[in-house]
């Protein structure tokens, strides 16, 4: 079945950069996904990627995908102490399109130190 | 838009009550979908709707679960009974046809003690 894997923790100095790591299992995923949770509150999508593509940037934030290998990342520039949260990575199963289940790893927890 | 709302925000019961978790998708949004986030098992999808037509509920856990959607501004989750195992907070997120991303709603945290 799906699966999507991700380190539990991540800690960085303010205005370093900090990368999350992802991988997924579903060959056929046609769009991957970064949420953001802030303590108490829900997700809130971040920025996506569609599986033809290599690399997203939009301001801070960069992703790269590699399909070969099933692994995305999220670079955060210049990380600020507001940049703590729970980040998830999620996979679109292809069935799905572009609605219908995500599959979401359990979240990194980035703790950014000032 | 308000965003999708849930209620109530916390819920706190004791085992074998009843419980009903209430959302309120944003205007327009043809998908609703229940998560339920818990440390050990992360984030699962519980069930989705499309239209308020359920399409995939392989993720609810139990027939102590059902979740209906009566019209396309109401859902509701409901637990019967409920058991400590049941606490968690459980999430109501809703999209647009064609659109990439799900709006989730804050949350209700519930306990069951």
């Known amino acids: 079945g799906e699966d999507v894997e991700q380190s539990l923790f991540l800690s960085v100095r303010e205005g370093d950069s900090s990368v999350i790591n992802c991988t997924y299992t579903?060959?056929?995923?046609?769009?991957l996904y970064w949420y953001k949770q802030e303590p108490g509150a829900g997700l809130q999508l971040l920025t996506y990627?569609?599986?033809?593509?290599d690399m997203k940037q939009d301001q801070r934030l960069t992703v790269l995908l590699n399909k070969k290998d099933k692994h995305l990342s999220l670079r955060i520039a210049d990380t600020q102490t507001g940049d703590s949260a729970i980040y998830f990575c999620?996979?679109?199963?292809?069935?799905?399109?572009?609605?219908?289940?995500?599959?979401f790893g359990k979240g990194t927890k980035l703790s950014v130190k000032p | 838009d308000a965003g999708v709302i849930q209620s109530p925000r916390h819920e706190v019961t004791e085992m074998g009550q009843e419980v009903t978790l209430r959302c309120k998708p944003i205007?327009?949004?043809?998908?609703l979908f229940w998560y339920r986030q818990t440390m050990m098992r992360g984030l699962e999808l519980l069930i989705y709707f499309n239209n308020n037509v359920p399409i995939d509920d392989s993720g609810m856990p139990e027939d102590r679960f059902s979740a209906k959607m009566p019209n396309a501004s109401f859902s509701t989750l409901k637990i019967q009974p409920s058991e400590p195992r049941d606490s968690a907070v459980y999430f109501c997120a809703s999209g647009g046809q064609g659109s990439y991303e799900q709006y989730f709603g804050p949350g209700t945290r519930l306990t069951v003690t």
């Open positions: 990627i569609f599986s033809n593509m």
């Open positions: 999620a996979e679109s199963p292809g069935y799905g399109g572009s609605q219908g289940n995500l599959i």
């Open positions: 205007s327009g949004h043809d998908y």
């Open positions: 579903d060959s056929s995923s046609t769009y």
